[in-house]
C-alpha cells in the first residue's frame, strides 16, 4: 500500500493554502496513495498565535472540516487532516484546540487528535521564544485510528519528544504513527531525523512526518524534510523543501512480523 506526506509552506490565507493543499493531495490519489497526511497548521499559518481564535471551526462544522471531507471523499483517499484550529465550549474563547481530524475514503469523519504538548520553548542561543500556550489549550487523549493500512497513531509536532506517549499508542495496536508537524529550522536541524528513526526502530512502527518548509508570516523558518521512516528505521522517501507529495510504498504486515522476530516490545521490563 502507498502512503504519502504532504510537504507545504503555508500562510496566513485558508483559501490559498486549502487550494494547495487539495493539488497536492489529488496528486497523491492519482499516485496511488490510499492515505495521505497533511503537515501541522496546513490550512493557516497565521502572523500571530491568536490570529487561530478567528479561523476556529466547531467540530464537525467549518469551511476546513467540509475541505477535507469533501477532498477525501472525491478522491477516494483516507485523510490524516495535520492539524487545524477548533474550536471548543468548555474554553476561553481567544485560545484553539490544535486538532487532527481523520477522513476516510467515503469523507467520513472517524476520529479526531487533539495536540497534548504545547510547544513552550525559549531557545536562547537563537533567540527564540514559542508560547504555543498562549492561543492553544492541550488536548488529554491518546487517539489511535483504524484505517485502510491499519492502526495509526496520532500525534502533532512537539508530542514527537515524548516516547511514552507513542508507547500507549503501540499499546492500543499502532502500527504506524502520523506526526505533522512545523518543526523549527533550529531544532529541525538538530533532531528531526534522530527522533523520527528513534520512534519507528524503539516501537517497530511506520512513521509517515509531513512538515512545513520555509519562511512563514510569523518570522519563523521550518524545517521541511517531509519522510516516511519503516519500522527498522530507514527512510523510504524524503523531501527537503518545496510543496511537494513524498510518497513510499509499505507493507502493514512488516511491524507484526518484525515484533515476532525481535520482540523487543513483549521484552519491556518497565512500564
Not at 493531495?25 to 500571530?48: T, Y
Not at 491518546?142 to 506517549?165: N, S
Not at 512563514?216 to 521512516?229: A, E, K, V, Y
Request: glycine share 8%; with cysteine; hydrophobic share 40%.
Amino acid at each position: 500500500m502507498r502512503v504519502a506526506a504532504i510537504q507545504m509552506n503555508s500562510g496566513p490565507d485558508v483559501s490559498t493554502n486549502l487550494e494547495l493543499a487539495g493539488r497536492l493531495l489529488a496528486e497523491a490519489a492519482a499516485e496511488g496513495c490510499v492515505l495521505a497526511v497533511l503537515p501541522e497548521n496546513f490550512a493557516l499559518m497565521p502572523k500571530r498565535g491568536k490570529d487561530k481564535a478567528r479561523y476556529a471551526e466547531e467540530p464537525d462544522h467549518g469551511p476546513i472540516q467540509d475541505f477535507l471531507s469533501e477532498t477525501a471523499a472525491e478522491n477516494q483517499i483516507w485523510i490524516v487532516g495535520g492539524s487545524m484550529p477548533l474550536a471548543s465550549p468548555e474554553i476561553e474563547a481567544e485560545r484553539v484546540y490544535g486538532a487532527c481530524p481523520v477522513y476516510d475514503a467515503d469523507g467520513r469523519v472517524t476520529a479526531v487528535y487533539r495536540k497534548i504538548h504545547l510547544f513552550d520553548v525559549d531557545l536562547v542561543d537563537k533567540q527564540e521564544s514559542y508560547r504555543e500556550s498562549n492561543s492553544m489549550f492541550p488536548g488529554d487523549e491518546v487517539v489511535a485510528v483504524d484505517t485502510q493500512v491499519g492502526r495509526v497513531g496520532l500525534t502533532i509536532c512537539y508530542d514527537l519528544r515524548f516516547p511514552e506517549m507513542f508507547r500507549q499508542l503501540v499499546d492500543a495496536g499502532s502500527i504506524m504513527f502520523t506526526v505533522p508537524a512545523a518543526f523549527t529550522a533550529t531544532t529541525g536541524e538538530a533532531h528531526w531525523h534522530t527522533l523520527l528513526r528513534a520512534r519507528a526502530i524503539e516501537n517497530l512502527a511506520y512513521v509517515v512526518a509531513p512538515g512545513q518548509y520555509g519562511r512563514h508570516p510569523d518570522d519563523r523558518s521550518t524545517f521541511g524534510h517531509s519522510l516516511i521512516c519503516d519500522p527498522w528505521g530507514r527512510i523510504l522517501a524524503e523531501q527537503a523543501e518545496g510543496n511537494c507529495v513524498v510518497a513510499a510504498d509499505i507493507d502493514p504486515e512488516l511491524p507484526a512480523r518484525l515484533r515476532s522476530e525481535f520482540p523487543a516490545l513483549s521484552n519491556r521490563c518497565l512500564t
